[in-house]
């Protein structure tokens, strides 16, 4: 990743996709501390201000180190972030990276999650040398399957008991889209 520059502040039509702080952390809680939208994020719901600084903190960590970058969402004329989108278990070498992204349930179905997916896509594809990304998503999640199919993501398999995460295995679809795939146009 090309770190000559801060960190990268991404627009679309209705978002921008900006560095979190701490100064969101109050944010991050109250969308995180939701059962339904940690659900089938592999952690549990957050129950602290500090649990929240921890996320942000891993935030710039992976950032720091190049191993990803995350960014928070939210709506043009607020400030507030109501999710995240973002990069992790960058392998710079390869060129590729797998995707995450959660957002407030209070925003679900307004095509909020799929306008930041793109912008994060294009993002990666145009300015981090990404050739492939990858989302790994377990079988009930059925909403996140259907926005990365929406972006041209193709399922792949399904990886078996790959994750221990919240004191469970996790089987996990694996998703990928290739550079030459992506609508760049959205």
Same mark, same amino acid.
């Given at each position: 990743m090309d770190k000559t520059n801060a960190f990268p502040t991404l627009r679309s039509e209705r978002l921008i996709l900006r560095q979190a702080t701490e100064e969101d952390a109050e944010n991050v809680l109250a969308y995180l501390s939701n059962e339904k939208v940690t659900r089938h994020m592999g952690i549990e719901p957050f129950e602290s201000r /500090? &649990?929240?600084i921890d996320e942000i903190s891993w935030y710039r960590t992976i950032f720091e180190k190049d191993t990803g970058i995350r960014w928070g969402i939210t709506l043009k004329g607020q &400030?507030? +972030?109501i999710g995240?989108?973002?990069f992790l278990n960058l392998k710079a070498q390869h060129h590729r990276s797998e995707i995450g992204f959660e957002l407030s349930e209070e925003y679900w179905g307004k095509g909020i999650a799929s306008e930041a997916f793109q912008a994060v896509i294009a993002y990666g594809f145009e300015n981090m040398n990404l050739q492939r990304i990858e989302a790994l998503i377990e079988p009930a999640n059925i909403s996140s399957q259907k !926005? +990365?199919?929406k972006q041209?993501? /193709?399922k792949e398999g399904l990886l078996r008991s790959y994750e221990f995460t919240a004191g469970k295995y996790d &089987? !996990?679809?694996?998703?990928s889209i290739l550079k030459r795939d992506f609508n760049f146009t959205g």
């Open positions: /500090q &649990d929240a &400030d507030k +972030v995240s989108c973002g !926005l +990365v199919e041209g993501f /193709q &089987d !996990l679809y694996m998703y």
